[in-house]
């Protein structure tokens, strides 16, 4: 009697439980990273929706030669994102959305906890004017908090020339300074 035993290709009970808790180990590790990374991703897309709407508004009132606004929705509160803002020609250039005035685009309300505001300057609208300037200089903070941590938040600084850039962390703790490189310290009015 000849004993031909087929060998047969597969795991052992102990292999798949080792493999299972060596793969639950690294997505233990790497989840964290991965929503850090998704946060800033938003944090990134939703200050550059802001900074297009702010573009669109500068040269549409270049071309059209006539003062065109950026205006939240809403007249009360300090944030832009809970309704949403829109970019329209502004005819008597006050900043407000009048009746016959044009939308040029609508911006939706960011989801929460994302957050949008501008400071002092910018608390309701930002206008140009029809040379490219803007009717103040100041900035917005986008955030992901109420309080601006380490990279959850951005920081939008408009110039009075009307030029529109992203503030930078100067010294490496994760959080935008202005142009006086004074740290972002609140999500409320930068």
């Given at each position: 009697m000849c004993n031909n035993r087929k060998s047969t290709s597969g795991f052992t009970l102990l292999e798949?439980?080792?493999?299972?808790?060596?793969?639950g180990i690294l997505m233990a590790m790497a989840i964290p990273s991965f929503s850090d990374m998704i946060?800033?991703?938003?944090?990134t897309?939703?200050?550059n929706e802001l900074v297009t709407s702010l573009n669109i508004?500068?040269?549409?009132?270049?071309?059209?030669?006539?003062s065109v606004?950026?205006?939240k929705i809403g007249g009360t509160g300090t944030y832009w994102s809970t309704s949403g803002w829109n970019v329209f020609v502004d005819n008597d250039a006050d900043g407000t959305l009048d009746t016959?005035?044009?939308?040029?685009?609508?911006?939706?309300?960011?989801?929460s906890p994302y957050t949008l505001a501008g400071n002092n300057n910018f608390i309701n609208f930002i206008r140009y004017k029809p040379d490219g300037?803007?009717?103040?200089?100041?900035?917005?903070?986008?955030c992901a908090n109420t309080t601006p941590?380490?990279?959850?938040?951005?920081?939008?600084i408009v110039s009075n020339t009307g030029r529109i850039r992203i503030g930078k962390d100067s010294n490496g703790d994760g959080i935008p300074e202005n142009d006086a490189k004074a740290a972002l310290t609140s999500c409320t009015a930068p």
């Open positions: 798949l439980m080792i493999t299972i808790s060596v793969a946060r800033n991703n938003r944090l897309t939703y200050a508004a500068r040269s549409e009132a270049i071309k059209r030669g006539v606004s950026v205006r016959g005035e044009e939308i040029l685009r609508t911006y939706p309300a960011l989801p300037t803007s009717n103040q200089m100041g900035s917005f903070a986008v941590l380490a990279y959850t938040s951005k920081l939008v």
